[in-house]
């Protein structure tokens, strides 16, 4: 059944400083916590690095006639930290580094896209980790600053700011594990200190925002949080229980603070690794609590909600035994196992096509933060190679008809969606190897030329038809950029 999109809803693609930039260390930009970390021996699936990425530094323009082509009216970036402030600090503006996005966001406007700007996506300067990074509460200050000269440079023509991308990756897998920079051990410990002052960082940037820009810049802040869903493998009422709080773990740990009315952590986070802390003979909760005023400055700091989300995964505490997570830690905390049921795992799990978790994802949003605008800042689907990608295509047009069943039944309020990625691009922990993009990059090529996949005519045809059609697959022509 052919299905229209609602008017209004905006549509576009997304990318990140990092994973797309390269130029790791021209003119007075400073190393990146992924810079250090992606030179670590082991630490990237395939030993690749962001240095050189998609040379986008070098080649943006490219970029842009690849938004020309598929007619999207916006563009979510992000801004590299240590490019703007090489010291990390507000002392020092990069000239270079302020231009190339001046460049950027000038010319996507003269192309009529939207430039929306993501402040972090996850490029710490090294020099602000060597001073504990996200766990230093003092980078609430830090990030205020940096958040500053952002709206002086660009709040203009800037009018879509996303604080934060994702909290929970850049704690958890971060500060909590090794699998992420800056890849700090501190199991059960830093993950849950740098998610408190990530959410006090948010809040400072957007009542900055609100007191002193938002009158004359007229823009709207929000934070990004990763929103896969989760929900009990069976119906029995305590695989229903698991479920429901590995939502509060993953999603409502960053987004209660925020959105409810109560404000603070979630309950049942508090309540879970309270006792586990005390058991395990800790003084306090490893888990740092707002004071009264923290948690009503953090309260309403958001002027919609941005959505990510790939997949679900199904939980149960039947299996669980104290010893198969480390101790402590946050696997441990939450006490549950999970799994993906028969579903078949995508050649890179964490998008594993499971349609029907993106409409509860969106209705638990809804439900639980106050039925705000939704943002759909991320959802896409990774492969290993070839242009002719009928598992995307198969993946987004089944997700989309998730998206609209969200909207029509359950009445959600989305406003936009953004695909995962414009192209090909460094994919974090699993390097190069992994491709996300509907334009794929050639590597082994000096100037990285990108070819539209199968996907990228699809998602053109969708921006120009504004109609779903689930059996609709386009011809692949040979074009290049
Ligand atoms: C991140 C992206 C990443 C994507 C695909 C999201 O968690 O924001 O940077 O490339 O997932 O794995």
Not at 135 to 149: Q, S
Request: hydrophobic content about 35%; proline content about 5%.
């Amino acid at each position: 059944m052919m299905r229209v999109l609602p008017e209004g809803m905006q549509l576009g693609v997304a990318s990140a400083a990092y994973q797309i930039e390269g130029a790791w260390n021209v003119s007075d930009k400073s190393p990146s916590i992924w810079d250090t970390y992606s030179d670590i021996p082991g630490t990237i699936k395939d030993n690749t690095t962001g240095k050189d990425a998609c040379k986008s530094y070098e080649y943006y323009q490219r970029d842009i006639a690849m938004l020309n082509f598929l007619g999207i009216m916006f563009y979510r970036f992000s801004i590299s930290w240590p490019r703007i402030l090489p010291n990390g600090f507000a002392n020092k503006i990069s000239k270079d580094g302020s231009t190339y996005y001046n460049n950027l966001i000038d010319e996507l406007l003269a192309n009529g896209i939207e430039p929306v700007v993501t402040m972090y996506h996850w490029d710490l300067p090294q020099s602000l980790q060597d001073l504990g990074g996200w766990t230093n509460p003092l980078i609430a200050d830090w990030f205020e600053d940096y958040a500053r000269v952002l709206y002086d440079l660009y709040g203009d023509r800037v009018k879509t700011w996303i604080t934060l991308n994702e909290p929970k990756q850049i704690g958890v897998y971060g500060y909590g594990a090794t699998r992420m920079a800056p890849g700090i051990n501190a199991r059960g410990i830093g993950e849950y200190l740098s998610t408190k002052n990530m959410l006090m960082a948010h809040a400072r940037a957007w009542h900055l925002y609100d007191k002193e820009y938002r009158s004359k810049q007229n823009g709207k802040i929000g934070i990004t949080i990763a929103t896969d869903y989760r929900e009990g493998m069976t119906d029995d009422p305590d695989d229903v229980q698991a479920g429901i709080d590995a939502m509060d773990f993953e999603v409502g740990m960053y987004s209660h603070p925020i959105f409810s009315e109560k404000g603070g952590f979630p309950e049942r986070v508090i309540k879970l690794v309270g006792e586990k802390s005390k058991q395990q003979g800790y003084p306090e909760s490893r888990l740092p609590e707002f004071t009264k005023e923290e948690t009503e400055f953090v309260k309403g700091t958001s002027d919609f909600y941005g959505f990510n989300h790939y997949s679900t995964k199904f939980y149960t505490r039947k299996t669980y035994k104290e010893g198969i997570y480390p101790v402590p830690s946050y696997d441990d905390d939450l006490g549950a196992e999970w799994s993906l049921l028969d579903y078949t795992p995508a050649i890179l799990p964490h998008c594993t096509e499971i349609p029907h978790g993106i409409r509860k994802a969106l209705k638990w949003v809804k439900d639980n933060c106050n039925n705000p605008p939704i943002m759909i800042t991320e959802n896409g689907f990774g492969t290993l190679s070839g242009l002719q990608d009928e598992a995307r295509i198969s993946y987004l047009v089944k997700y989309f008809n998730s998206i609209l069943d969200a909207i029509e039944y359950d009445k959600c309020n989305v406003v936009c969606y953004t695909l995962w990625s414009i192209m090909d691009n460094f994919e974090w922990d699993s390097g190069l190897s992994a491709k996300f993009g509907i334009f794929e990059v050639d590597y082994n090529d000096e100037k990285r030329t990108r070819r539209p996949r199968a996907s990228a005519f699809w998602y053109k045809n969708l921006v120009a038809t504004r109609s779903l059609k689930p059996e609709y697959r386009p011809t692949l022509e040979d074009i290049s950029f």
